[in-house]
């Protein structure tokens, strides 16, 4: 199975903040990695899609990039309503792993 | 818009059996794969199993290999996860999720909203 570890597990950012996570894959991957959001109490949300792709009406704040076993998430710019858990995921091979998740809170 | 409502959730004891329900409804069911995902209680997101969009293929992550079967109804636009034998750690909202891309196995876009399984005695 791939591994997919991701970096921090958790931070706290002044709102205005750039905040950046990062996933790497125990393998390569190519561009087959997602980045979800999932806020307390509700389901995931899909954000970025093959890495790069921002889905259809998901803020332009939200980025992605990498490829192979490297992977970057950016929020340019952190609003109050980006206060969540934030997972990688990759969908090259089965089984589908996630990442650990990263919680961002508001400093 | 595309929605999925997720039921059939509850408190069962160990050696249990469940079936879980998705109804989907938005978009050609049938023409997409669809994901049972599922997140124990202050844990991360962890991957169940997986069915092709005509139903013909089916993988399941090695804590449901053997216990639990994932099939769809494409006529009646819904999934179903049959859970049996189980186990304390099964504990556990169950998301099920659509693919993303037409007639392709890959990852899932949206998601329902869950359903809660308790395994206790």
């Known amino acids: 199975d791939i591994q997919m570890t991701q970096s921090p597990s958790s931070l706290s950012a002044s709102v205005g903040d750039r905040v950046t996570i990062t996933c790497q894959a125990s393998?390569?991957?190519?561009?087959?990695l997602n980045w979800y959001q999932q806020k307390p109490g509700k389901a995931p949300k899909l954000l970025i899609y093959?890495?790069?792709n921002l889905e259809t009406g998901v803020p332009s704040r939200f980025s992605g990039s990498g490829s192979g076993t490297d992977f970057t998430f950016t929020i340019s710019s952190l609003q109050p309503e980006d206060i969540a858990t934030y997972y990688c995921?990759?969908?090259?091979?089965?089984?589908?792993?996630f990442g650990p998740g990263t919680k961002v809170d508001i400093k | 818009q595309v929605q999925l409502v997720e039921s059939g959730g509850g408190v069962v004891q160990p050696g249990g059996s469940l079936r879980l329900s998705c109804a989907a409804s938005?978009?050609?069911?049938?023409?997409?794969?669809m994901h049972w995902v599922r997140q124990a209680p202050g844990k991360g997101l962890e991957w169940v199993a997986v069915?092709?969009?005509?139903?013909?293929?089916?993988y399941y992550a090695d804590s449901a290999k053997g216990r639990f079967t994932i099939s769809r109804d494409n006529s009646k636009n819904t999934l179903y996860l049959q859970m049996n034998s189980l186990r304390a750690e099964d504990t556990a909202v169950y998301y099920c999720?659509?693919?993303?891309?037409?007639?392709?196995?890959?990852?899932?876009?949206?998601w329902g909203q869950g359903t809660t399984v308790t395994v206790s005695s």
């Open positions: 999720a659509k693919g993303k891309t037409y007639a392709t196995l890959d990852g899932m876009d949206v």
């Open positions: 938005g978009f050609t069911f049938s023409t997409y794969a």
């Open positions: 069915i092709s969009y005509e139903g013909s293929n089916k």
């Open positions: 393998q390569d991957i190519s561009n087959c």
């Open positions: 093959d890495a790069s």
């Open positions: 995921q990759q969908d090259d091979n089965l089984p589908y792993t």
